[in-house]
C-alpha cells in the first residue's frame, strides 16, 4: 500500500514508537530507551518522529480482554489508531519499535502499511523475563503478564521485518520460543555519566558496590550472596537501588553489609567503590550495572548471568564466579591487590563497545542495511 499524497519531492521520515522518555531514567529499560531515542534524534533530526507511549493499567474486565489482544505497555486501540493517522501523514518509511511486547503495533502497522520497513529491539526476551518472575512469585496476576507478554513478542516476531537482540544469548533463546533468530546484535549500551577530574577523594570505608532495584533477580542474587558470601570476607559490601531499603532487614545479617537504599545519583558510588559486585542468577538481555561499572573504570566480580552478553571482555574486566567459594576467593583477593579507584583501560572498552557512539554506529549500519 502506497502512501496517499506522496509527491517526487517525498522526504522519507523513521517513526520511534517507545514508552515516555524519561528525563531522568534510572532502570536499565528506561536508560536504553532514552539512549535509543537520543541516538535517532541525532541521526534523522526533525526527521525522527516520536510518538511516546503513556502508561496504561490493567483494571477491569475489558482491560484484561484487551491485554490479551496486545494492548499492554501503554497501547491501546486508541494511541494506534493515532500512530496510523500519523505514519501517513507524515511521510513514514521505517519504524522503530523500542520493545518486543509492542507486537500488536507492528502487526496493525504491517498489515496496513506492508512496505514500511519496521525494527524491533528487544531489551530482553520478555517470555523468559516474566517466566522468571512468575516462578519467584506464582500468582494468576503474575501467570497472566507472562501469557500476554509472550503472545505480545511471538506478534513482534512474526510481523517485524527486522529484529534487534542485545546478545546471542536472547537470539537462540527467540529461536527456541519462537522459531526465529534476531537479525542484528546491538549490545547494551548507556549514555556517559562520567565526569573526567584529577582527584577522586577516596572514602572512608572501604568498599565493594552493588548497584540494582528490588525487582526479583536483583533480590535473590544478592540475598544469596550475604547469606553465603558476605560472612567470609571483610570489605563492606554496599547495597544501593530503589525499593531495596524495603528489605533492610533481611539483607543486614552481616556486619559488613549496609543497604543504602535509592540515591538521587549512582556517580558518587562508582566512583568511590573499590570494585562492584554482580550475583546475578537469573533475568535476560545483558545487565546495565555492567557497562555502567566499566563507564567509571571498576572491575567486576560477577556471575556468567551478569556477564552474559559481555562474555569477550569479562576475563579482561574482572572474574567470573560459579559458587560462593569462588565469589570469596575473587573478593578477597580483589580485596588485597585493588588499590586503584579508577582504571582507564575498562573505561576505554566502555567507550569502545557500549557508549552513545559506539551505539550510534551500530544503529546506523543497521538502519542503513
Not at 141 to 158: F, M, P
Not at 165 to 192: E, F, H, T, V
Not at 230 to 258: C, D, H, W
Amino acid at each position: 500500500m502506497k502512501h496517499i499524497g506522496v509527491s517526487e519531492d517525498f522526504v522519507p521520515n523513521i517513526m520511534l514508537v517507545t514508552n515516555a522518555i524519561h528525563k531522568t531514567p534510572t532502570g536499565g529499560r528506561e536508560l536504553l530507551c532514552k539512549l535509543n531515542y537520543n541516538i535517532l534524534k541525532d541521526l534523522y533530526n526533525d526527521r525522527c518522529i516520536v510518538f511516546e507511549l503513556s502508561k496504561n493499567y490493567i483494571i477491569g474486565i475489558k482491560s484484561i480482554i484487551n491485554a490479551f489482544r496486545g494492548y499492554i505497555d501503554g497501547l491501546s486501540p486508541e494511541s494506534v489508531a493515532l500512530a496510523l493517522q500519523q505514519i501517513q501523514a507524515q511521510n513514514v518509511n521505517k519504524i522503530f519499535v523500542d520493545g518486543s511486547n509492542l507486537g500488536k503495533f507492528v502487526k496493525v502497522v504491517k498489515t496496513k502499511f506492508p512496505e514500511i520497513q519496521i525494527y524491533t529491539f528487544f531489551h530482553n526476551v520478555e517470555a523468559r523475563f516474566f517466566w522468571g518472575a512468575f516462578k519467584q512469585n506464582p500468582s494468576p496476576h503474575s501467570l497472566a503478564v507472562l501469557a500476554t507478554n509472550y503472545l505480545a513478542e511471538r506478534k513482534s516476531i512474526a510481523y517485524a521485518d527486522n529484529i534487534i537482540c542485545l546478545n546471542n544469548r536472547d537470539s537462540a533463546l527467540l529461536k527456541k520460543l519462537y522459531g526465529r533468530l534476531s537479525d542484528y546484535i546491538a549490545p547494551m549500551s548507556i549514555q556517559d555519566k562520567y565526569t573526567d577530574r584529577a582527584f577522586i577523594t577516596r572514602p572512608k570505608t572501604k568498599f565493594a558496590l552493588f548497584v540494582g532495584g528490588d525487582f526479583y533477580a536483583n533480590f535473590s542474587g544478592i540475598k544469596w550472596f550475604v547469606k553465603n558470601v558476605a560472612p567470609y570476607i571483610t570489605i563492606q559490601i554496599f547495597i544501593v537501588g530503589r525499593g531495596m531499603k524495603n528489605f533492610r532487614k533481611e539483607l543486614e545479617i552481616s556486619n559488613n553489609v549496609k543497604v543504602i537504599g535509592e540515591v538521587d545519583s549512582l556517580e558518587k558510588w562508582y566512583l568511590e567503590s573499590y570494585f562492584v559486585i554482580a550475583p546475578i542468577f537469573d533475568g535476560s538481555g545483558m545487565k546495565t550495572k555492567i557497562a555502567e561499572a566499566l563507564m567509571f573504570g571498576k572491575k567486576i566480580i560477577g556471575t556468567p548471568e551478569a556477564f552474559s552478553g559481555y562474555e569477550e571482555i569479562s576475563a579482561e574486566v574482572g572474574h567470573v564466579c560459579t559458587n560462593a567459594d569462588d565469589f570469596i576467593d575473587a573478593i578477597n583477593s580483589a580485596d588485597k591487590m585493588v588499590d586503584c579507584l579508577f582504571d582507564r583501560k575498562l573505561r576505554e572498552i566502555y567507550k569502545s563497545k557500549y557508549s552513545f557512539s559506539a551505539a550510534k554506529d551500530r544503529l546506523k549500519r543497521i538502519l542503513n542495511a
